[in-house]
């Protein structure tokens, strides 16, 4: 059995956020809700770029199913790839690949919790990214019990023996974290010092169909070097380990 899990391509809400926190704005000016925000022009090259990659993949392992977050950029990304690919594939969505909410702190910088919501800030630091629930949002362990739930019906029957799953930075995260039993030091030390590229793969196997999965590779995107097509590192919040 084998899960690949994709980053969608850079989307419009990522450059915003990049270039806020550089400009030191309180404010990521996104053109729409977390869950409509499209990929950006590179991160419709990138779309293009893996599935290009993946129509290279020898029919016989090919997945047999492709699952998606709604949110746009996601759902985008996964349509160009298998529509790219050629591959005679429907792109089912799953609301539980979903991106983490963040509540009251959406759209805001590190700066902008800091100046609006200092209590939440200092909570943040307190308790650590795996913890930390902001009011109305998720923590990473709510977005941990959601892939826990993802991974027992790839267990269910009928699931086909290769899955893509295409979502999000923290999600790919998380699923390491449940799939090779990380401690919360072991996956704060990975955050910290990882991005989770756009449009990456990572691969999970476990070729005897049961039993602890392995970590084959972690956040390639050599296929979009190899085409000519820009890898952009936008990432969230770096700052994840408890005060």
């Known amino acids: ?28 000016d996104v053109p729409a809700r977390d869950a409509d925000v499209d990929l950006s022009g590179t991160g419709r090259d990138q779309a293009g770029a893996l599935g290009a990659a993946l129509g290279r993949i020898a029919a ?6 492709v699952w998606s977050s709604p949110y746009a950029r996601a759902r985008q ?17 799953d609301e539980r690949l979903r991106d983490r909410e963040l509540g009251i702190l959406d759209r805001l910088t590190r700066l902008g919790v800091q100046n609006r919501y200092p209590g939440e800030s200092e909570r943040r630091d307190w308790l650590g990214k795996l913890y930390y629930r902001p009011p109305g949002g998720e923590s990473w362990a709510d977005v941990a019990l959601r892939l826990r739930s993802v991974l027992a019906e790839l267990d269910s029957p009928g699931m086909g023996h290769r899955v893509m799953l295409v979502c999000h930075d923290a999600v790919i995260m998380l ?15 990975l955050a910290a010092r990882e991005t989770i590229l756009n449009a990456s793969m990572t691969r999970f196997v476990r070729p005897s169909g049961a039993g602890p999965w392995t970590l084959e590779s972690f956040n390639i995107a050599d296929h979009l070097r190899e085409q000519g097509v820009a890898v952009t590192e936008h990432a969230g919040d770096t700052n994840a380990r408890p005060r």
């Not at 391509?9 to 404010?27: D, L, P």
């Not at 016989?60 to 199913?65: G, K």
């Not at 699923?175 to 030390?189: K, N, P």
């Open 1 to 28: 059995m084998e899960l690949l899990l994709i980053r969608h391509g850079e989307s419009e809400g990522n450059v915003a956020a990049t270039e806020a926190r550089e400009a030191g704005e309180e404010v990521i």
């Open 60 to 65: 016989e392992l090919r997945p047999d199913a």
């Open 77 to 93: 990304t996964a349509e160009i790839a298998v529509e790219t690919a050629g591959w005679p594939l429907q792109v089912h969505t």
């Open 175 to 189: 699923f390491r974290y449940v799939m090779e039993g990380l401690s919360e030091r072991e996956l704060l030390e």
